[in-house]
């Protein structure tokens, strides 16, 4: 489901954040081609020619010295986060990665039968299903509430979801 991946993207890439660091983050978004690759040859959709393997080592090689040159540099700086949890981190990303290549071409299914319009309304609000159920079971639902009890937080909050939709119509 469309909304389901959408919604593990978000969610595994806030999780991925809090494991590992917002310079590591970033980084592993760079390795989605890779996993667009590894997609579309898994699925008969692209064939993997030498120089496509070659982008594909040298991203990943690029990728694993950078973060860990980082994590090296934060330890001896910062006392960074320990390396299993780092691995952890990076392993939840790779998952966020495999579900947003996942994602795109669910959508790119989906479009060639709907409108676009259709599709992004209906993942989105799908996804805020999803997001409104985890909150419900995580508890943090509630302190939602507490934080838009006032009228104001409430406005601010309905403005910035209609200006939204509006600007990404447009």
Not at 30 to 39: K, N, R
Not at 95 to 118: D, H, K, S
Request: charged share 10%.
């Amino acid at each position: 489901d469309l909304s389901l991946l959408h919604f593990m993207n978000a969610l595994l890439f806030v999780w991925g954040m809090r494991y590992t660091t917002a310079f590591i983050t970033p980084m592993m978004q760079l390795t989605i081609p890779v996993f667009a690759l590894a997609y579309a040859r898994l699925w008969g959709k692209e064939l993997v020619s030498a120089a496509k393997g070659v982008g594909v080592m040298i991203t990943v090689a690029g990728c694993a010295l950078v973060t860990v040159s980082a994590y090296e540099a934060e330890a001896h700086e910062h006392h960074g986060k320990a390396m299993h949890q780092l691995l952890f981190g990076i392993g939840v990303l790779a998952a966020q990665c495999v579900c947003f290549v996942g994602m795109l071409n669910v959508q790119r299914t989906l479009i060639e039968y709907y409108p676009i319009m259709w599709v992004l309304a209906w993942t989105y609000i799908m996804c805020t299903v999803w997001i409104a159920a985890s909150c419900f079971v995580d508890g943090s639902y509630f302190h939602i509430m507490s934080v838009v009890a006032s009228v104001d937080s409430r406005l601010v909050m309905g403005y910035s979801a209609v200006f939204g939709c509006i600007v990404y119509v447009i």
